[in-house]
């Protein structure tokens, strides 16, 4: 197992500084910050495993695009350059407790309808989206949003993590074996009533985890055509450790190594995936239950010039 050395191997987050809750509507705020901040913790990890620059919150960070007069908003959490390559990463993250990645069937829409625009545009080298999916602790650790920020930090400095990194074709397959839920969202930053989450259950991250051949993972359970189109059978893994960690917030706490299992597509293959992809667009999109924005657009757009 290879070691993930980063130069200087010491990271700084950025957080919020925690309120007490005396109140309904501080308590509320509390929730929001303490959510908020676990995001942003595990953002400066990743960020300082692979390096790469942290983008601002989603509704700041300049990259809301349009497909030819839909507007949507790409909001990843980091984006990196590799051999000239953007790299963008969505960082989600779940306790050990809970064990179940949630993502919001909105940002699948938004993510799978960015890389078919950039396919459309031309972009080279084309840049890719990937997941990095934490998961964090021991099954006994709760309470964390009752606490301070500096006792957050050492909290989650201190405990087990492992990182499973996926790239979006193989994330949006993971869809496949989720759950969809509709969710209060009063208590998160960006104050919604209500989305639609998938939630990809704890059973197939181990597997994961563990890197079980993707052939493994229940391949008969849904249409070969659905499957060959995300070309499944293209992605390799990567099984490797970081190195220690010095996490600088009032005070200095050591993260220890942990594993990483990183699931990629090879450079040379990386086009006959994007190919597939836009030529096979509608049928992925309703196999998995998200929209096709960049569908909707062109035929908005045709219905207008008619």
Not at 160 to 165: H, I, S
Request: net charge positive.
């Amino acid at each position: 197992m290879s070691v993930i050395i980063k130069s200087g191997d010491v990271m700084r987050p950025i957080l919020k500084r925690q309120v007490k809750a005396d109140s309904i509507e501080t308590a509320a705020q509390r929730s929001k910050i303490f959510k908020d901040n676990l995001s942003r913790f595990f953002v400066h990890l990743y960020a300082s495993i692979y390096g790469g620059r942290i983008l601002k919150d989603p509704w700041g960070n300049g990259l809301s695009s349009s497909s030819n007069g839909l507007s949507y908003h790409f909001n990843p959490d980091i984006v990196r350059i590799e051999r000239g390559r953007k790299i963008y990463t969505e960082e989600k993250v779940t306790g050990t407790r809970n064990s179940k990645i949630s993502a919001s069937v909105k940002q699948s829409s938004n993510n799978f309808s960015e890389l078919l625009e950039r396919i459309e545009s031309r972009e080279k080298p084309l840049s890719m989206i990937e997941y990095a999916l934490f998961i964090y602790g021991p099954r006994s650790l709760n309470g964390l949003q009752n606490m301070g920020t500096p006792s957050l930090v050492k909290i989650l400095a201190l405990s087990q993590k492992r990182l499973l990194v996926v790239p979006l074709n193989l994330f949006l397959y993971l869809t496949f074996f989720s759950r969809l839920e509709i969710r209060n969202q009063t208590s998160s930053k960006y104050y919604r009533n209500s989305q639609e989450y998938h939630s990809i259950g704890s059973g197939i991250l181990t597997k994961l985890l563990e890197g079980t051949p993707l052939t493994e993972l229940g391949k008969n359970r849904f249409a070969d055509s659905v499957l060959e189109y995300l070309c499944l059978d293209d992605i390799e893994v990567k099984k490797s450790r970081t190195s220690p960690i010095d996490v600088h917030y009032r005070g200095i706490s050591t993260i220890e190594p942990f594993p990483v299992v990183k699931y990629f597509i090879p450079e040379g293959k990386y086009k006959r995936f994007t190919d597939s992809l836009k030529e096979n667009h509608l049928a992925i999109s309703q196999a998995l239950g998200i929209r096709d924005l960049f569908a909707e657009a062109r035929d908005t757009k045709e219905d207008l010039d008619f």
